[in-house]
């Protein structure tokens, strides 16, 4: 048994070290947590978020609907493009009339005027080529915006998955460091349990001194179990929803949120980077081509037409033979004016899409309400969390001093390992909170630059 001084000696010495040592794990705790990801093998590949982000927008089944979009859009083009060419078509009838023409003639003897049966005859083939028609580049215009806007809906409706992303990705690095915090308190706990066991094996300490220190070692490694469980179903379904080659062994690296955070947060609420927002944009460039079509929809057609034709009778009313002939000429097909109600339907048409620009411009609105609504939350939550982890570092160095404390009391037999234990645990809950604290201030970075479409690197 020593000596009161040598018990304060040590004390002291043991205070000195666990509070350096607490000033150094909070000066370093991001470049730490690093250290510690990277190093778990050399062997393994390291994965960045931003990465995942792009692999998630690529992997998602929808992606292939932007071809899909173009294939439908160029086809839907050759069709309008196709009307330049003739279309040529055929057509025959035979019909019975109940009555046809008949002229009355002089009673001339020898002289008569042929009458045409009553049974008739036709077949022909007709040919149409339009020469003018101002509603094509109109309706060709509307394909093209139409292609665009899927694009656009699709590619915001991709981007959206970066946040489950991002739930996944700071979860396994929130698993990762409180296990590293259980493996160290662990391993503190079983040098503690060394120096039961001895005690009890010199017969100065009851068994139950080390058994309290092996549950709570048995209880710790539960926990320890649960979060590796936990990190390895968050990684497999990484590797499911972004189509990434991910294990238990793949190293994800952490993030430099706060200086991208720090540098655009005076403006995120001005920015206008989100995909919807290109989405919009092509909604009004639809609506506004279909106004355009419009006008073209009331100005004249021009076309030239053909037929061709074998039958009795032909074009001569009065043959009672069968007779070939053909018709051309020129067609101009014109309808300044559609009544329907009240106004031109051209005029009402220009009053829906009116509508529907106001209706664009309400949701846009509507959106960047709610964008800035989740910033500013996810801001003032930001801002909370970092003053929180200030004050876990100044509780964790307390604990530590206590800790420090008791671990003399218990190597001198002054307390028993459970209250030992109760103060180990005070300690490690303490830390674990403080990881916890910490990754959520990294996931609220990276969802503050994903919500306002920053890239998160």
Same mark, same amino acid.
């Given at each position: ?21 607490? *000033? *150094? ?20 590949? *390291? ?16 992606a ?21 060419? /003739?279309?040529?078509?055929?057509? $025959? ?22 009458? /045409? ?6 077949? !022909? ?18 394909e ?14 991709? !981007? ?18 409180? &296990? ?22 010199? $017969?100065?300490a009851?068994p ?54 720090? &540098? ?37 057609r ?5 037929r ?16 070939? !002939? ?9 309808? /300044?004016?559609?009544? &329907?109600? %009240? ?15 106001d %209706? ?14 989740t ?22 160095a ?21 209250q ?25 970075e990276?969802?503050?630059?994903? *919500? ?6």
């Amino acid at each position: 048994m020593r000596g009161p001084f040598h018990l304060a000696a040590a004390f002291l010495v043991q205070v000195g070290a666990t509070a350096l040592r607490a *000033t *150094t794990l909070a000066g370093t705790a991001l470049g730490a947590t690093v250290l510690s990801a990277q190093t778990r093998t050399a062997s393994t590949d *390291t994965v960045r978020i931003n990465d995942l982000h792009v692999a998630v927008e690529r992997n998602d089944q929808r992606a292939a609907q932007a071809a899909l979009l173009r294939t439908q859009g160029d086809l839907r083009n050759q069709s309008i493009m196709a009307e330049r060419l /003739p279309t040529i078509g055929f057509s $025959g009838q035979a019909q019975y009339l109940s009555a046809v023409t008949s002229l009355s003639a002089p009673n001339i003897p020898g002289f008569s005027i042929p009458q /045409p049966f009553n049974d008739q005859y036709d077949a !022909y083939m007709t040919a149409r080529q339009t020469l003018f028609d101002p509603s094509r580049r109109g309706r060709a215009a509307i394909e093209a915006a139409q292609t665009t806007e899927g694009e656009a809906t699709l590619a915001a409706t991709l !981007y959206r998955t970066r946040l489950q992303v991002n739930d996944l990705f700071f979860s396994v690095l929130q698993a990762d460091a409180q &296990s590293r915090t259980l493996s160290a308190a662990i391993a503190l706990l079983e040098s503690h349990r060394s120096i039961a066991a001895a005690r009890v094996r010199d $017969g100065v300490a009851l068994p139950s001194e080390e058994l309290a220190i092996t549950a709570e070692i048995t209880r710790r490694r539960q926990t320890q179990e649960t979060l590796n469980a936990e990190r390895l179903a968050a990684i497999h379904m990484l590797a499911s929803l972004t189509g990434t080659a991910i294990d238990a062994n793949t190293v994800l690296s952490v993030p430099d949120v706060r200086s991208a955070v720090t &540098s655009v947060r005076d403006r995120l609420m001005n920015e206008r980077t989100r995909p919807e927002y290109q989405q919009f944009a092509a909604t009004r460039q639809t609506i506004e081509a279909r106004r355009e079509a419009l006008t073209a929809q009331t100005k004249p057609r021009v076309s030239a037409f053909g037929r061709a034709g074998y039958g009795r009778p032909g074009i001569n009313q009065l043959s009672r033979d069968f007779d070939t !002939y053909w018709i051309t000429g020129v067609q101009v097909e014109w309808s /300044p004016f559609r009544w &329907s109600g %009240i106004g031109t339907s051209p005029d009402r048409d220009r009053q829906i899409l009116k509508l529907q620009q106001d %209706i664009v411009a309400t949701e846009e609105a509507a959106f960047t309400d709610g964008l800035r609504r989740t910033i500013t939350r996810d801001i003032e939550l930001l801002d909370q969390l970092t003053r929180s982890i200030a004050i876990d570092d100044e509780v964790i160095a307390l604990r530590e001093q206590i800790l420090a404390e008791s671990q003399l009391r218990f190597q001198e037999g002054v307390i028993t390992s459970s209250q030992l234990v109760d103060h180990e645990t005070e300690l490690t809950s303490a830390r674990l909170e403080r990881d916890s604290r910490r990754i959520g201030v990294l996931r609220l970075e990276a969802q503050i630059l994903t *919500t306002a479409g920053y890239p998160v690197r």
